[in-house]
């Protein structure tokens, strides 16, 4: 007879096209006392990668009224070594346990020998970091037994040794690995402002078909030694009004998309955050009906 | 052209040592090095891991003012990185540093605040578990009971400091108030668990540390009381044993002989 579990994992529900929020600690009571009406919450995979105790606890909860995606911050899938095993095999009971509707990582790069940085740090876009990342990407695929989201990065910086474009890169990961896509339209800004590109460009000539979920939010403004604006993706502010007008552009394109608001640091209060996914599918939907109507009349 | 390998590896070799530079090739958008841009990864880095640092232990960092929490933990993020993506487990030799570190040497109680603050939080995100109940413990018949061995909760964790630490921890955490405090007073012996939701510290009584020590080892209840008996004359074994129950510190019982768990006899 096949074991049975204590714990029934729930049903995998499929993220819906609307605004969703990163869950804080911070608004775990206000949200299991309101039951707000909200898309979906979505947590970062290391930050409930404990054994026990209250976080679970609460993701639990929250995890039986709304649906969930996962994003992990830690795979390091742009590193030139192996991915770490034992991470894989977390991220994997972690699917298991709470079986999100989504899960996505990033086009980076965090540990290194041992050490792990906390941050995602940038590939050089050539022909032997591609045949690395997609190999990576087969692997995750492959262990989880589903479908991963990459993860358009933030850069500050360009590799002198790059020999692909930045698009042209995602698009052949994209082809050799059948993974899926997360366009996070608030790197789009901060990466074109700081490698001056032009980011409507860029929207346009990402494999779009295979974007599955959206990502907004804050960055603050710097510069560099010349005197040029040098964006930091900080997730400590409100989303920009030229990323709310690139979004626009990218719903106008793509259709009603996951779309999730990202606030990391500076926590706000349950409110604010809510009036942010709220402009989300505000936008959301006035951009589906207009294109409702267009197909009716126009 | 540089390998990819040479490239992180000189990007994370700079990431945390200043005194390296940057690496060449690596430009603004007029293909010319740019600094500044390199700078933003490596205070991201140092940054990110300091606010790691100060949310692990924000008694420390009351304690010591935040421009000295940053300073202290900046070295040792260019020292001992985190080893896993697991961030809730970074701060592990904290303790240890701040022992070590000169600067924070007048403040001698400061590693045991940073060990307590480091069992709380290994507690809070420790396996779950029901604790034993007093009444499981109160069904064994007697002629057992010096032979009974305890499994300890997968949350307790022992912290034992030459100073008041557990007075200073309360003093500067949540609405702690902080006041005049003798450090020669006495030390604490301080018991951490996590039975359910809640964290919980107590002061243990004289002994009790040396007890529950003994019972982790896997000592029966006769033998733990003697070493309890003998590290301080004044151990009382029926309140020790009520106080720890209560506090949810053990899983179950068992006789060594029998397989069976003495909590489901019945």
Redesign the interface.
């Known amino acids: 007879m096949a074991p049975q579990n204590d714990e029934q994992s729930p049903r995998r529900i499929a993220i819906p096209p609307r605004a969703g929020v990163g869950l804080k600690p911070e608004h775990y009571r206000t949200i299991l006392d309101t039951n707000p009406d909200i898309g979906f919450f979505e947590v970062h995979a290391?930050?409930y990668?404990?054994?026990?105790?209250?976080?679970?606890?609460y993701l639990s909860r929250i995890r039986d009224n709304f649906p969930l995606s996962l994003h992990g911050?830690?795979?390091?899938i742009g590193?030139?070594r192996s991915l770490?095993r034992d991470?894989l095999k977390?991220l994997s009971e972690l699917i298991e346990r709470y079986q999100p509707g989504l899960f996505s990582e990033h086009l980076a790069?965090?540990?290194?020998?041992?050490?792990?940085?906390?941050?995602l740090?940038?590939?050089?876009y050539?022909a032997?970091?591609l045949s690395?990342v997609v190999s990576h990407i087969d692997e995750v695929q492959e262990t989880l037994g589903r479908q991963m989201l990459l993860e358009n990065p933030s850069t500050?910086?360009?590799?002198?040794?790059s020999t692909y474009s930045e698009i042209d890169f995602i698009a052949e990961i994209v082809r050799r690995t059948g993974c899926g896509l997360l366009l996070d339209v608030n790197n789009v800004h901060v990466a074109a402002t700081?490698?001056?590109w032009d980011p409507i460009r860029y929207i346009d000539e990402y494999p779009l078909p295979h974007v599955q979920e959206i990502h907004l939010a804050g960055y603050t403004r710097?510069a560099?030694?010349?005197g040029?604006t040098?964006l930091?993706d900080t997730h400590d502010r409100p989303v920009d009004e030229i990323v709310w007008g690139l979004y626009g552009h990218t719903i106008t394109r793509l259709g009603p998309q996951p779309t999730l608001i990202e606030w990391d640091?500076k926590i706000p209060t349950w409110t604010e955050l809510k009036a942010e996914a709220e402009r989300a599918e505000a936008i959301m939907f006035a951009i589906g009906r207009k294109e409702q109507s267009r197909a009716r009349f126009g | 052209m540089q390998g990819l390998a040479d490239r992180l590896q000189g990007f994370a070799a700079a990431l945390l040592d200043p005194s390296l530079g940057v690496p060449p090739g690596l430009v603004g958008p007029d293909g010319e090095p740019s600094p500044k841009r390199f700078a933003v990864y490596r205070n991201n880095v140092v940054v990110g891991l300091t606010e790691v640092l100060k949310a692990n232990f924000p008694a420390v960092c009351r304690i010591v003012g935040e421009e000295f929490f940053d300073a202290m933990a900046r070295i040792l993020v260019a020292s001992e990185p985190p080893t896993s993506p697991i961030l809730l487990e970074y701060g592990a030799g904290f303790a240890d540093f701040i022992a070590g570190f000169e600067p924070a040497a007048s403040l001698p109680y400061l590693p045991d605040i940073a060990r307590i603050e480091r069992a709380w939080m290994e507690a809070y995100h420790a396996r779950d578990t029901p604790p034993l109940e007093a009444a499981a413990l109160a069904a064994i018949p007697d002629r057992h009971v010096p032979s009974l061995k305890f499994s300890v909760h997968p949350s307790l964790r022992l912290v034992r400091s030459p100073f008041p630490a557990l007075t200073i921890w309360r003093m500067n955490v949540g609405d702690g108030v902080p006041g005049p405090v003798d450090l020669a007073a006495g030390g604490d012996d301080i018991l951490v668990v996590r039975p359910a939701a809640e964290v919980e510290l107590r002061a243990m009584p004289p002994g009790g540390y040396e007890f529950v020590m003994a019972l982790e080892q896997g000592q029966s209840l006769t033998e733990a009381m003697k070493t309890a008996l003998t590290a301080d004359p004044r151990f009382d074994l029926s309140g020790n044993i009520r106080d720890l129950v209560a506090a949810g510190t053990f899983v179950d019982c068992h006789l060594d002989q029998e397989p069976e768990r003495m909590t489901r006899m019945k």
């Open positions: 290391e930050n990668m404990g054994a026990g105790g209250l976080p679970h606890r911050v830690g795979l390091s590193a030139d770490d991470h977390r790069w965090s540990t290194h020998d041992t050490a792990y940085f906390d941050d740090l940038p590939v050089p050539t032997e970091t690395r500050y910086l360009a590799f002198a040794e700081n490698q001056q710097e560099d030694e010349k040029r040098l930091i640091a």
